[in-house]
């Protein structure tokens, strides 16, 4: 070759690697997936609102992606993050307990106040905790159980009469119960009742309303449990079949009070409904509870019933041995409804639980610092893509991208811990938020996820078990949107369908 061919090479090089850069690239799985997915999510109207999208492989490598590692507002896909750093912190039959203190106890008197001191435990309620609800011992049918082997244990010591009062101690959490960024609307629920060391009933009184015997007659509306202490007035109509019946959403109570009324109509042919309100002070609720309980075992009480927080009150009677106690149901019986369900509260005092344990305290501040430095030093996530608010996803001030989800979620899989987080996750067509997803679909019974959904934001973050026993790590989430959520939940849907297909 003559020096002068030599000198041409690299440039004859230099023009094929040119052509390369700009000949079309060939369609390959991976540029056909995006073509796929961005024409659903280009559609209109739902090319208006804003989508965040990850479908990572299980390396982590990201298979398809739209806005990845922007902020959105998760709704309760917020649920995932406190599920999965507790599963991992906290051991799946980690218990707190509840503890009963005073006296001393002569002659059969409690001399003094009886305190009824928590420690976050959320389980006396009413549920059952696993999808199986015929598996001996997961349902819980009365939320008084442990609150009356606490008055059966007092008995059993020889108490007759408490002499003092009987005193809901919530002060091993925070004295803030509501959050600050909660709407005041939704106060009213049980989706937003107040979080404190004390816990009953899911600090909700339960509503059954049906309609009256005829048009013109109140509804028929019961409340459990009754102690007593809430006043309610009925201010329902009843209308002939097929009216409307919104005494649902028409439950209200005059702030920081248990005045409640019902407004509103009910058709004649309307099925019973049941609504949970929720109650101001969680800790006279439990004191109120407990007492109702010391009654039906047979141990009078000569004072009131109140509330406390202030955690130096009682300080030195906690130091002492407890006269009675109970422990709460396991850590993994805490996670599942948290994701089957999504119920908020639960999260909320696992949040608080998580500051407790391994923070400075148990506070909303605390427990998301926990979070935090976790995600951050664990689970290896981007701390510009997450920014965490409360525990439950109520808060519209709560952003996690999509990208950070598969992150946490591919962690949590990886996790010795993860039986915890799983038992609870839904599944497409299974018991929970997702029994009615994906039935029809290549995918039903082959996507575990979170739901999610507040004003104009819906989410659902998951697996996908495609062929051979592979997992497929998604996160999708729409914020600001102006469509109904069925329309919206059906494009979300149909983009998870779409990422299975290969």
Request: charged share 20%; net charge positive; aromatic share 8%.
């Amino acid at each position: 070759m003559t020096e002068a061919g030599q000198r041409s090479l690299p440039r004859l090089f230099a023009a094929v690697l040119l052509m390369l850069a700009f000949a079309p690239a060939p369609l390959t799985a991976q540029s056909n997936l995006k073509r796929r997915l961005d024409a659903r999510l280009d559609r209109p109207p739902f090319n208006r609102q804003l989508w965040g999208v990850a479908l990572t492989d299980e390396s982590g490598r990201l298979l398809y992606g739209r806005n990845p590692d922007r902020l959105f507002i998760p709704a309760s896909n917020t649920k995932l993050v406190v599920s999965a750093v507790a599963s991992a912190l906290l051991p799946p039959d980690w218990r707190v307990k509840t503890s009963v203190y005073g006296g001393p106890v002569i002659g059969g008197v409690l001399l003094g106040d009886l305190v009824l001191y928590g420690r976050g435990d959320p389980t006396m309620d009413r549920r059952c905790y696993a999808t199986d609800s015929m598996l001996p011992g997961v349902c819980e049918t009365d939320p008084f159980a442990r609150l009356q082997q606490l008055a059966d244990t007092l008995r059993a010591k020889g108490v007759q009469l408490i002499q003092g009062d009987v005193v809901g101690d919530g002060s091993y959490f925070e004295p803030t119960l509501l959050h600050p960024n909660w709407e005041q609307f939704d106060l009213n629920w049980w989706y937003a009742a107040p979080v404190s060391g004390l816990g009953f009933n899911d600090n909700s009184v339960d509503f059954t309303w049906l309609p009256g015997p005829a048009p013109g007659a109140p509804a028929t509306i019961t409340m459990s449990p009754d102690l007593g202490d809430i006043g309610f007035e009925n201010r329902t109509v009843t209308v002939p079949p097929g009216g409307e019946s919104d005494v649902g959403d028409r439950f209200f109570r005059h702030p920081g009070t248990l005045q409640i009324w019902a407004e509103g109509t009910v058709a004649l042919d309307h099925p019973p409904r049941k609504e949970s309100f929720a109650l101001p002070d969680p800790n006279l609720y439990a004191a109120r509870a407990l007492r109702q309980a010391l009654s039906d075992a047979g141990i009078a009480v000569a004072g009131t019933t109140r509330s406390t927080t202030d955690s130096s009150l009682y300080g030195q009677l906690r130091l002492s041995t407890p006269l009675a106690e109970v422990s709460s149901r396991p850590l993994r019986d805490w996670i599942f409804p948290i994701m089957n369900t999504s119920q908020n509260w639960f999260s909320e005092m696992l949040l608080k639980q998580l500051g407790r344990q391994f923070g400075r305290g148990g506070s909303w501040p605390d427990g998301l610092e926990v979070e935090r430095r976790f995600l951050i030093d664990s689970v290896r996530v981007d701390s510009t893509q997450i920014s965490l608010s409360d525990g439950s996803g109520l808060s519209s001030s709560n952003l996690v991208s999509p990208l950070a989800f598969t992150q946490i979620l591919r962690y949590i899989r990886r996790h010795p811990r993860y039986a915890t987080f799983a038992a609870g996750l839904p599944q497409a067509g299974g018991t929970g938020s997702l029994k009615s997803r994906f039935v029809g679909t290549p995918l039903a019974g082959r996507v575990r996820a979170k739901t999610g959904s507040i004003s104009r934001v819906n989410s659902l973050s998951g697996y996908i078990e495609i062929d051979r026993g592979r997992v497929l790590t998604f996160s999708v989430q729409a914020n600001h949107h102006a469509q109904p959520s069925r329309g919206i939940l059906a494009v979300i849907d149909s983009v998870v369908v779409e990422m299975a297909r290969r």
